[in-house]
């Protein structure tokens, strides 16, 4: 067997670029883009309608929705932990006001 030895600072030399996704990684995320592009339209009723039917899991898929939209803040002083931080949020619609509060309770 032979095993090879790399100096320090033994630059490579061939083989894919850093953070190449492989061919499966690629195709894959081409397939869910397609799949999630053909819904969008759909998204908007499908929320109206969970409103109706379950305001407490809209409310849920709402405040993970927001995860994608709103950066979380990080604490750059203390281990790059998240900051636990009082979030205002208006809400006009005392239905959905009363929903957030049983959650958030």
């Known amino acids: 067997m032979i095993v090879a030895k790399f100096e320090k600072g033994h630059t490579k030399i061939g083989g894919k670029e850093k953070g190449t996704p492989n061919k499966t990684t690629r195709e894959l995320k081409e397939i869910i883009n397609e799949i999630v592009s053909g819904q969008i339209g759909n998204i908007g009723p499908a929320l ?58």
């Open 48 to 105: 109206s309608e969970m409103l109706v039917k379950d305001p407490d899991k809209y409310l849920n898929l709402l405040l993970k929705l927001m995860e994608f939209v709103v950066a979380k803040k990080k604490d750059i002083t203390s281990d790059d932990q998240p900051v636990k931080q009082a979030v205002n949020i208006h809400v006009t619609d005392p239905k959905i006001g009363q929903q957030l509060k049983k959650l958030i309770e």
